[in-house]
């Protein structure tokens, strides 16, 4: 098995078709399921039966510098969500091309502005993008 070399510039986070870039210090992005794929329930008996579950909905904690961009790109999309509904719908993806990993949501929103704390330094917002339908895959590479 060969050692591979993990390079954050070769993950990229597009939002309505717009790159987004200037993660934050640590993490820039994580993306999950909002809830478990499957559920699990135990009978007294200590018989188990695995549940199916048909969310598939998925969640993007993104992460940017205060200075960064892509800020006003997600602050725009929700005021264009609160000053008329639908008017904020859009597509986020993510992909990072050394390990193959594929996130996307064709529908989107931004479910909060992100909190702006002020300080000594720049600080980081912190963006939750939601999208009823997450796809995930891994490419081969």
């Not at 993950?11 to 200037?22: A, D, F, W, Y």
């Not at 999950?32 to 048909?54: C, I, Q």
């Not at 719908?89 to 002020?118: C, H, N, T, W």
């Amino acid at each position: 098995m060969a050692t591979k070399t993990y390079d954050l510039n070769l993950v990229s986070l597009t939002v309505n078709g717009l790159l987004v870039r200037g993660a934050g210090e640590d993490d820039k992005v994580t993306v999950t399921r909002r809830e478990d794929s499957n559920e699990l329930t135990m009978g007294a008996d200590g018989e188990g039966v695995f549940s199916r579950m048909n969310n598939k909905s998925g969640q993007f904690e993104i992460t940017l510098l205060d200075s960064n961009d892509g800020n006003k790109l997600l602050l725009d999309l929700h005021n264009a969500e609160e000053a008329l509904a639908g008017a904020g719908l859009f597509s986020i993806g993510l992909r990072d091309s050394q390990l193959g990993d594929v996130y996307a949501g064709a529908e989107a929103k931004v479910m909060k502005f992100a909190d702006s704390p002020k300080g000594k330094g720049v600080s980081e917002r912190t963006w939750t993008v939601a999208c009823p339908l997450l796809a995930v895959d891994r490419d081969d590479v």
